[in-house]
């Protein structure tokens, strides 16, 4: 809707429009992304007509990315460096990128990404933040993109949405497995991670938002430059350069207060950035089931979790959906 007024109007001006335009497609695109990722082959489409849209089939996999590749290089070059707001609340061209940069990992195209990810730590808009405990509050350059609360003094939602306190967990803690992946001296195991002790039982839960009321320095983030730097190191280990990936990985180690790797290479530098990017971005956006299906490693899920199988790598289409469109039949397997 918003593509198709921009398109339409005749008082915006030309810069507004490119801008307007390129939020939306990035907005458009970050959907559809975790769309694919989580449903598989899915419906693309551009159209308002819902009576369109209730008859067309499903796009593959292999398709649909080649198609956010096209959307997302355009929305690239309609958005500007400058953020139009001191807040990172809007998508700038370096948010843009960074989806691009994620949809080049999907693809394969390694090469690409390092080229993306180059620019982006180039920029002189951020900076990697040193101190653990301000990675989660608003004003960090390490910011590239977030969302600010509904009303001002609201809490984030993942703030909420983990927490539980002096009682066991109503829905969610973080597992076992994951907390004993901290090393003791990890300040994120310190900082990020608290203990809930209930009836001589202990549970863990997400500590990374800390305000549930009265918030007035947390907003929540959508991609951070740490990120940037994760893309770098797996785009660099894909084409054999582990030395000169090396010191991406070690960035977040460092500032948690770790001894850097070594000399690492072949798998034994894959389980480690995999492992480090556990532990740097749990909770956050799906990155650990995203991670693990882009190196199809998710069957390795079946140590943690007795139910697994592999049909699961991608979730069920809603009844609901394939009752209005009977075009997405089949089912995806297995359900």
Not at 47 to 73: F, P
Request: avoid cysteine; hydrophobic fraction near 35%; charged fraction near 25%.
């Amino acid at each position: 809707s918003i593509l198709y007024g921009v398109e339409n109007s005749t008082t915006l001006s030309d810069d507004d429009k490119k801008r307007i335009k390129g939020e939306a497609i990035v907005s458009r695109s970050l959907i559809y992304f975790y769309l694919q990722q989580i449903f598989g082959d899915i419906p693309y489409t551009t159209s308002l007509d819902y009576e369109h849209n209730r008859t067309i089939g499903k796009t593959e996999a292999t398709a649909l990315m080649e198609q956010l590749e096209t959307d997302v290089t355009e929305a690239v070059g309609m958005l500007e460096d400058n953020y139009r707001n001191a807040e990172r609340i809007y998508i700038n061209r370096k948010a843009a990128q960074l989806l691009l940069a994620r949809i080049y990992l999907t693809r394969g195209k390694w090469a690409l990404a390092e080229q993306v990810a180059e620019d982006m730590l180039e920029s002189p808009l951020y900076e990697f933040e040193d101190d653990i405990n301000e990675v989660f509050h608003k004003s960090g350059k390490h910011i590239l993109w977030q969302l600010k609360p509904q009303r001002s003094g609201n809490p984030v939602s993942d703030a909420t949405y983990f927490y539980f306190s002096g009682a066991a967990p109503h829905a969610y803690a973080l597992t076992r497995d994951l907390v004993a992946s901290f090393d003791d001296n990890d300040l994120r195991r310190q900082a990020w991670i608290a203990e809930v002790t209930f009836g001589g039982n202990s549970w863990f839960r997400p500590y990374k938002y800390k305000n549930r009321e009265n918030n007035t320095d947390e907003y929540f983030i959508i991609f951070r430059v740490e990120e940037v730097y994760f893309i770098m190191a797996e785009a660099l280990a894909k084409q054999n350069r582990f030395d000169e990936a090396l010191p991406y990985l070690n960035a977040t180690r460092e500032r948690a207060g770790l001894t850097p790797l070594g000399s690492l290479s072949g798998e034994d530098f894959i389980r480690e950035l995999l492992d480090e990017k556990r532990r740097e971005f749990f909770t956050e956006s799906g990155h650990r089931f995203i991670d693990l299906k882009r190196w199809g490693r998710l069957n390795e899920l079946s140590t943690l979790k007795p139910n697994w199988e592999e049909y699961k790598q991608v979730w069920p289409l809603p009844q609901s959906e394939m009752l209005l469109n009977p075009n997405l039949n089949p089912q995806n397997a297995g359900y």
